[in-house]
């Protein structure tokens, strides 16, 4: 299958600070890439559909000012959590479909985010 | 809009048993079923997915999931489950087959004993 790759795995920042997390789609190019959230014992939920070269479209209750994403190339989109707090700590996952036209999409690995 | 239920939240087995976990899903059309499993801490891999075709998909691991219009159901079946199999899994359903988001169900965690 196609390859989605995400970094940092995990990080540690301070409260009021800002993350960055890339995910690279490496072997297919990827016009839209969804974000993903995971809370402890949870599933997950869409956050937003990322768009190359266009705005992200956000789901309901999802604040656009705080999560900031950018798709500037085919094959990366990032998501930058600003002035992160504690209820910020989750785990974020990306995806993107690589035009098989079967609904599949590929996952990144994750990254485990804990704001202090 | 698509919706996925899970309704077991924990299950436990013994290893060597056989494993059913249940997904139904609600959606209109002809759905893009997936089963997904998650390690603690890592990210997701695919099991198996179904979007046409014959009604058993065998998957990855020894998994197998039956797709029944009647019952709107994606069980996952193991036939005889090992103590590596302990994870979370996850049913998922897309709404086609174009680049679309995947909805989740809750989720099921699998617990094996000796």
């Known amino acids: 299958g196609a390859v989605v790759s995400q970094h940092p795995s995990w990080v540690i920042c301070k409260s009021g600070t800002s993350v960055k997390i890339e995910c690279r789609s490496l072997?297919?190019?990827?016009?839209?890439m969804f974000w993903y959230r995971q809370f402890p014992k949870q599933s997950l939920m869409l956050m937003a559909t990322?768009?190359?070269?266009?705005?992200?479209?956000?789901e309901q209750g999802v604040e656009k000012d705080k999560f900031l994403i950018n798709h500037a190339s085919l094959t990366l989109s990032t998501l930058t959590v600003t002035s992160a707090h504690p209820e910020d700590s989750s785990f974020y996952i990306c995806?993107?479909?690589?035009?098989?036209?079967?609904?599949?999409?590929?996952f990144g690995e994750g990254s485990r985010l804990t704001v202090l | 809009a698509q919706s996925v239920t899970q309704p077991d939240i924990h299950i436990t087995v013994s290893e060597g048993a056989s494993l059913e976990l249940r997904c139904n899903y609600s959606?209109?059309?002809?759905?893009?079923l997936f089963w997904y499993v998650q390690s603690p801490g890592q990210g997701l891999q695919l099991l198996l997915k179904?979007?046409?075709?014959?009604?058993l998909v065998q998957g990855i691991k020894g998994f197998e999931a039956e797709f029944k219009r009647s019952q709107s159901s994606f069980n996952l079946r193991k036939p005889s489950v090992h103590w590596s199999d302990a994870a979370e899994y996850f049913c998922?359903?897309?709404?086609?087959?174009?680049?679309?988001?995947?909805?989740f169900g809750k989720g099921t965690r699998l617990s094996v004993i000796a």
């Open positions: 959606y209109g059309a002809t759905p893009y």
């Open positions: 998922a359903v897309a709404a086609n087959s174009g680049n679309t988001p995947l909805v």
């Open positions: 990322s768009n190359e070269g266009s705005k992200a479209t956000y």
């Open positions: 179904y979007f046409s075709g014959d009604t």
């Open positions: 995806s993107g479909g690589a035009g098989e036209n079967t609904g599949e999409l590929f």
């Open positions: 072997d297919f190019q990827a016009t839209t």
